[in-house]
């Protein structure tokens, strides 16, 4: 089993940056991909930014080049450094942690993004 605590969410202005943490305690070395999802108010909650065991990364295409996706070894900390952040990026932030017997979130920070 794993923990995951998120940290760093808040309210900041169009352009501005924010950069989320997301603590992970437990059986992280049974874990073998960890990503940042999004949920906005009325909306599906959707991939952000994903890493691999490897360090492979992948994002999605609305916050390409202005978000990135970071973690410290061993796999206990996990980052999100979001740039250039536009009112769209408003939603709660949710650490994924995928490990071979399932799937653990963490409890969601929010990000407004308004002036």
């Known amino acids: 089993q794993v923990q995951l605590v998120e940290s760093g969410g808040g309210l900041v202005q169009p352009g501005g940056s924010l950069r989320l943490s997301c603590a992970a305690s437990?059986?992280?070395?049974?874990?073998?991909?960890m990503g940042w999802y999004r949920q906005a108010p009325g909306k599906q909650r959707e991939l952000v930014a994903g890493i691999t065991i490897g360090g492979r990364v992948n994002y999605a295409d609305s916050v390409q080049g202005r978000f990135t996706i970071s973690r410290t070894n061993p796999k206990n900390t996990l980052y999100l450094q979001m740039n250039s952040l536009k009112p769209e990026d408003t939603a709660v932030y949710y650490c994924?942690?995928?490990?071979?017997?399932?799937?653990?979130w963490g409890q969601g920070t929010q990000v407004i993004v308004s002036s």
């Open positions: 437990g059986n992280i070395g049974s874990i073998y991909a």
């Open positions: 994924n942690a995928q490990l071979p017997i399932g799937n653990y």
